[in-house]
């Protein structure tokens, strides 16, 4: 099943560059993050109601493909999608594209463990996983 995108805007700020005005490359996992949380607060499921509700998503794998360089004050488009959602981890894929021309700048995946406060596997809830595939 393949799932829609969520589009997350972002700004590459003077801090997150290098001498040469190009995105460090550390910055993509956080962007990703930001990008998921976006998501996640948008499709019903912010962070804050799972913590409330003893459900955490541990970063288990993170990967990024990096295929054109980022400049400084250049404006991103942070997509994120479930990739794959299982009862006891979620599978996200990002795409992280300059806004001016479309151009592709780098993919990403990240696989989530679903954890309680005792970091003790779970199950997602089910109107979790409900809100996440609608």
Known sequence: MS???????LRVRYAETDQMGIAHHSNYIVWFEVARSDHCRRVGVPYTEMEANDVQLI???????YKRP???????????????????????????????????LAVGETLHVVTDKSRRVRSLPPEYIKLFEA
């Not at 488009?77 to 021309?101: M, Q, T, W």
Request: hydrophobic share 45%; no cysteine; net charge negative.
């Open 70 to 104: 980022a400049f400084f004050d250049d404006l991103l488009l942070i997509r994120v999608r479930p990739a794959e959602i299982r009862r006891r981890s979620l599978r996200f894929e990002y795409e992280v594209v300059r806004k001016a021309d479309l151009e592709l």
């Open 59 to 65: 970063v288990a794998e993170a990967s990024v493909r």
């Open 3 to 9: 799932y829609a995108w969520h589009e997350t805007e």
